[in-house]
């Protein structure tokens, strides 16, 4: 059983840099998609970015692409999230999950609903 373990985010004001990261314990070799989603008071959680594991690709969702950088360990065991120029909008709490079966399109489209395994969640506050 795979089990997540983020570490991270914090309080940082505007425009300013925190990094997240996700390690899978209890990993057996073999391909997988590790994703980062939030979810803000009161709102639906939703799909970050993702990385999968076959062909090293990752995926952004428009309101990150261009600020948040994903990337993979050698291992490919854990991911860290640099989350750059945050705003305001950006404070939530953070969770990584992790499937070994579906694809980071899949991630995106219904993984908030399906997937099985998650982090604890991580806290990002941005505040002046």
């Known amino acids: 059983q795979v089990q997540l373990v983020e570490s991270g985010g914090g309080l940082e004001q505007p425009g300013g840099s925190l990094k997240l990261s996700c390690t899978a314990d209890?990993?057996?070799?073999?391909?997988?998609?590790i994703g980062w989603f939030r979810q803000a008071p009161g709102k639906e959680r939703e799909p970050l970015a993702c990385?999968?594991?076959?062909?090293?690709?990752?995926k952004y969702s428009d309101s990150v692409k261009g600020r948040f950088i994903l990337t993979a360990d050698n291992s490919k065991k854990a991911v860290t999230l640099q989350m750059n120029r945050l705003e305001p909008e950006d404070s939530a709490q953070y969770y990584c999950?992790?499937?070994?079966?579906?694809?980071?399109?899949?991630?995106?489209?219904?993984?908030?609903?399906?997937?099985?395994?998650w982090g604890q969640g991580s806290l990002v506050t941005v505040s002046p």
């Open positions: 999950g992790w499937t070994d079966q579906y694809t980071c399109h899949w991630m995106f489209e219904v993984g908030v609903m399906y997937l099985e395994v």
């Open positions: 209890g990993f057996n070799e073999g391909y997988h998609a």
């Open positions: 990385f999968a594991s076959n062909d090293g690709t990752t």
